[in-house]
């Protein structure tokens, strides 16, 4: 996800001239000094951009800060690397493992972009955004063309809510983080990692703490605490931890009951 200039700045400046009315060479003598015809014509053409000492000027005139015009709103770039990683859909569900689609990085750097690529198509592929009800599930068996098409429908729309939260979850984050539009990787990071917590039921609301913290919980003493105390081996289980089986006891009840409490919490919310 390399940088890159914004595709949109031959469009904005045409906007912010028409929107005031102006013929290019009235809206190149706004700058200082002035900006000839000819040059007002190459930007809104995308032949050109306009010299560092010009964005200050532009910025005042579009209302977009420097940065907007050179790499687009934070949305935009989320929305772009989004529109990306789509081409590179195809490419992943034909690759057997995650390392293979890896593998065809074209550069050692790229190879964490690839990854980050490869998690968000997988968790997306394997997730929905949208509500599965039986009717839907008995519209999957249908061989008619309507319900093929209802059924086509569903996965359009199940991926444009999924896209809708993605892009918006993407850009709270990035802007608490104080990121850019050109952090691309960055960006690209937490939209992977966003994509697997949703598919873990882990969101950002009162329901996906409870469901992270129960998650946790459960794996802690079905297998963390399991795999401190004791070894299996060929059907056998031995114990091999120096602990006391009294605090280990008590210890048990207590995160038992915290389990059952955080249940009760969850059938509430």
Partial sequence: MMTKTNDKLPM?????RLKMGMSQ??????????AAKSIISRWEKGMSTPSPDRL???????????????????????????????????????????????????????????????????????????VRTRDFFELTKSDSPEDK???????????RIGDEY???????????????????NQLLMIMADEAKKHFEDITHT???LLRMVLDDL??????????????????STT??????ENIERKLDAILTNAIDEIDLLDEQV
Avoid: M, W
């Avoid at 904005?12 to 912010?16: D, M, V």
């Avoid at 060479?25 to 002035?34: A, H, Q, R």
């Fill in 56 to 130: 200050p000027q532009l910025s005042k005139l579009t209302g977009c800060s420097v940065e907007e015009l050179l790499y687009g709103s934070l949305r935009d770039s989320i929305i772009e690397i989004l529109n990306k990683i789509n081409e590179f859909t195809p490419f992943v569900l034909n690759s057997r493992t995650q390392e293979d689609f890896v593998a065809t990085a074209p550069t050692v750097e790229e190879v964490p972009v690839y990854r980050n690529i490869y998690d968000y198509v997988t968790y997306r592929q394997l997730d929905s955004y949208k």
């Fill in 239 to 244: 114990r091999i931890a120096d602990i006391d």
């Fill in 12 to 16: 904005i400046i045409k906007a912010a």
């Fill in 149 to 159: 098409q209802a059924v086509s429908d569903y996965y359009s729309e199940d991926k």
């Fill in 25 to 34: 060479s009235e809206f190149g003598e706004l700058f200082d000094p002035p």
């Fill in 218 to 235: 459960t794996e802690l003493t079905s297998a963390k605490i399991y795999s401190l105390i004791y070894v299996t081996r060929n059907g």
């Fill in 166 to 184: 993605i892009i918006n979850i993407t850009l709270k984050i990035a802007k608490a983080l104080n990121l850019h539009p050109y952090d691309r």
């Fill in 206 to 208: 009162t329901k996906g």
